[in-house]
């Protein structure tokens, strides 16, 4: 059934109603920035961190915590979608490397055979339509289909690009990217979430879902070396933001070749988890939710720099 249209002022009369309080931050506080800062939808769903009493309203929320959360959120989606894209740039290096030391490879062969393999890939690039102004039109009108390796990695999209290097690795196997290669679609499901501005805290409970199986090797990892019961970790691996970002920070260890660019990389990760997560901590003391997920984040943060 359709749901009537709220004015802002009505929204936060619908919180209200719900249980929300506005005790840290008064009414006309929340209009202003329901207003210019996020939007009712949004701002709603991080709610879904936080228990209901039988009636249906909320426990322990006052409306500011779920502006927190929203904050959070986008400092943290910033992050991901830069971590994700340094991964996606390191990759393409990596294999870019890899095929130049590779005295066996010729560059154009083998983006034919893998077109080969997938031939709705070759019919899209084939009836690309030219709007003339992007890298892809660039080199797809200079050169149409013949694509040698160093400017195909450079107009497919990151899912046909993990495809390409599990083609490419299958013929050349390469101990590192065997190391990584269960790690890169949760790359990509965390990359496009962080690109499509989606929210990635609105929901930190296991996820049990037949589609969403955590990495049972990477798990593992963790109950061998984070002092947490192993159910606990089990669960906490079963919510897909945690376990994403988890097996994105492993990979950026494992393909990481530069020193000063990893050490800014640290600096930004300690600032966003020790610094701006804990900036107003006293907001979610009463949510054990998400203090324990916190301190699981944290854990592995603190076993992924020491090892």
């Known amino acids: 059934m359709s749901k009537l249209k709220l004015s802002i002022p009505q929204q936060v009369d619908y919180l209200k109603n719900k249980g929300i309080t506005f005790t840290e931050v008064d009414e006309n506080s929340a209009i202003n920035f329901l207003t210019y800062n996020s939007y009712f939808f949004k701002l709603k769903s991080y709610s879904k961190n936080y228990e209901k009493k039988p009636n249906g309203e909320y426990i322990n929320l006052d409306f500011v915590y779920l502006q927190e959360l929203s904050t959070l959120d986008m400092h943290f989606r910033r992050f991901t979608l830069r971590l994700t894209l340094d991964l996606e740039h390191m990759l393409k290096t990596k294999i870019l490397r890899d095929f130049n030391q590779n005295t066996c490879c010729d560059g154009y062969i083998i983006v034919n055979e893998f077109l080969v393999k997938y031939p709705k890939l070759k019919e899209h690039l084939e009836s690309f339509n030219f709007t003339g102004y992007t890298a892809k039109d660039n080199i797809l009108k200079k050169y149409n289909l013949n694509l040698a390796i160093w400017n195909f990695i450079e107009i497919i999209e990151f899912g046909h690009f993990i495809n390409f290097c599990e083609f490419y690795?299958?013929?050349?196997?390469?101990?590192?990217?065997?190391?990584?290669?269960?790690?890169?679609?949760?790359?990509?499901?965390?990359?496009?979430?962080?690109?499509?501005?989606n929210c990635l805290l609105h929901k930190l409970r296991p996820l049990e879902h037949k589609y969403f199986k955590r990495n049972i090797k990477i798990t593992q990892l963790l109950k061998e070396n984070i002092i947490m019961s192993q159910k606990t970790i089990e669960r906490k691996m079963q919510i897909p933001t945690i376990h994403d970002f988890i097996i994105s920070l492993l990979a950026y260890k494992q393909i990481s070749s530069s020193q000063k660019m990893g050490k800014a990389f640290n600096k930004d990760l300690h600032d966003l988890i020790n610094i701006r997560f804990r900036k107003n901590e006293k907001y979610f003391e009463k949510n054990p939710l998400i203090i324990s997920n916190y301190t699981f984040l944290r854990k592995v943060i603190i076993f992924l720099k020491k090892s």
């Open 169 to 197: 690795y299958d013929k050349y196997s390469d101990s590192i990217y065997n190391e990584i290669k269960g790690l890169l679609w949760s790359i990509k499901c965390l990359r496009n979430s962080s690109a499509h501005n």
